[in-house]
Every structure is written in C-alpha cells, then in structure tokens.
C-alpha cells in the first residue's frame, strides 16, 4: 500500500463545488487507489498533542466540527465510519517498539475534520475502519519522519496512511478566491514540489532552514509534519508523484502527493 499525503485546505471543502480538489478526491477510488485498504490511518494537522496519541473508538467515529463561522449546512455533515481499535493498538504498538513514546490512547476522540472532510469525498460510504493518529507540537519534522518510519510495516498489512494537511498552510495571509497566487505561497510550494520529485528528503526533514518562505508558508508546522510522517512510513527509497495541484485563496495550495515504495 502506498502512502500519501493530502491537502485538505478550507472545511468548505466538504460543499463548495467550486474547489478543484473536490473532484481529485471524489475519483480517488476510480483513479488513484482501485485497491480497498483493511483501515486507513489518518496523520491530521487537526491534533497536537504532548506525546503521539491515537483514538481507540469501539463502535463509530464522531464528527468533529473544529471550524467556525462556516454555512451551516456543514455542521450537519457526519462521517461515521467505524472505528479501528486493533489498528490503534497497533500503531501504539510500533510506535513505543521504535522507541517513539510514550503513546496515550484516547478513548472519546472523533474525528476532526483533517480527516472526515476529505474522507468523505474518497469513501463517502464511511464502511471503512478509521483511526487517527496526532502530531505533536513541540517536535521536529524530523521526529515525525521517524513516527512515520515506525509505521511502515502498516503498508504490508493493507492500512492505507494518509497524511492529511496542506502544503502551505497560512490563514492568516489568504487573499481572494481567484486572484494571483502570491509569490512567497508559489515559491515555498515549487520549492516543495521539486525537492521532493528530485528525492531530497533530507531537505525536506530541514524545510524550515531550506525551503524559500518556510516560516511564511507554515508559521506553525502542524499542517506540514503530517507529510513527513506519510513520508517516512514509505521508506527510506520511496518515490514521491504528485497527484492533484490546485490553489484557492491566492496562497492556499491542494497540492498532494503519493509515496510509492521501491
């Protein structure tokens, strides 16, 4: 099973029809993974936390509505999904056997909406056990890369692992939908872009001191540290592809990407 990561932009994604990336994720399983995973393991930039922490949920995932001052149409939307408790288990498992710990096991925890908003578009019919997995504040990108090597052998065992963020990831820099993207988005994402497709990993571990426009592009990293987990649980020889580009908002970019290994 391949690992991706996916930039889930504005909540409005759940109904705008205007954004492009709601059509790349509605044909996700036509066109980009045919293969039905056993679970899908969710990295969102939705929940920090103070140590790796997953949500071990017997019976169905709530919906999370961590957004405010959107339509509400989008508060009546759920994603039921089942939970995945064997799949926490064993990601705690991995996680504290790579030495990656402690990991708390949250009992109550739903799901926020880095993870039902863009499920729903590529499994709407929510049958598929989800688990959620958070980033931690005060780590680097390069602890989430080892987080992410920890849960390779995830792959073998048919758990799709979706890194779930956004490329650039700055709400308090949007401008209006449509006009010019703005230069330092552009360069962060191209820059992004290139490093990856060229392999360079470790520049991408050391974004913050490589990348043009890192601290602008992500003033806090929550929203990028989910791409190097989905990264690092690829493997050290993985290819990267990118797999939808789009922008909304003059500096949002939906740019997502498929870590193939080799």
Not at 165 to 170: I, P, W, Y
Not at 191 to 215: H, M, S, T
Request: with cysteine; glycine share 8%.
């Amino acid at each position: 099973m391949d690992t991706f990561f996916i930039s889930h932009g504005s909540p409005s994604l759940s109904i705008d029809e205007g954004v492009p990336a709601r059509d790349f994720l509605k044909s996700w399983t036509e066109k980009v993974l045919r293969e039905r995973p056993t679970a899908i393991l969710v990295i969102s930039g939705h929940w920090e936390a103070s140590c790796p922490s997953v949500n071990v949920i017997n019976g169905r995932n709530s919906t999370i509505y961590d957004f405010y001052g959107f339509p509400k149409a989008m508060y009546k939307l759920k994603y039921p999904a089942p939970g995945a408790p064997a799949l926490a288990k064993r990601v705690a498992e991995l996680l504290k056997g790579a030495g990656v710990g402690p990991v708390k096991e949250d009992k109550a925890r739903g799901l926020d909406h880095g993870a039902w908003v863009p499920l729903m578009l590529m499994y709407p019919d929510s049958d598929i056990p989800v688990c959620q997995l958070s980033v931690l504040a005060h780590r680097d990108a390069a602890y989430h890369y080892e987080m992410g090597r920890a849960l390779a052998p995830l792959r073998e065992e048919g758990v799709l692992i979706v890194g779930s963020g956004s490329a650039t990831h700055n709400l308090m820099a949007i401008g209006r939908d449509g006009g010019a993207i703005s230069s330092w988005a552009l360069g962060f994402d191209t820059w992004l872009k290139e490093a990856l497709l060229d392999g360079r990993y470790e520049d991408v571990k050391q974004f913050e001191e490589k990348a043009p426009n890192a601290k602008m592009a992500h003033p806090h990293p929550d929203h990028f540290h989910p791409l190097h987990v989905a990264l690092g649980a690829a493997g050290a020889g993985a290819k990267a592809e990118l797999i939808h580009h789009s922008w909304t908002h003059q500096t949002m970019s939906y740019a997502s990407y498929r870590f193939k290994s080799v």
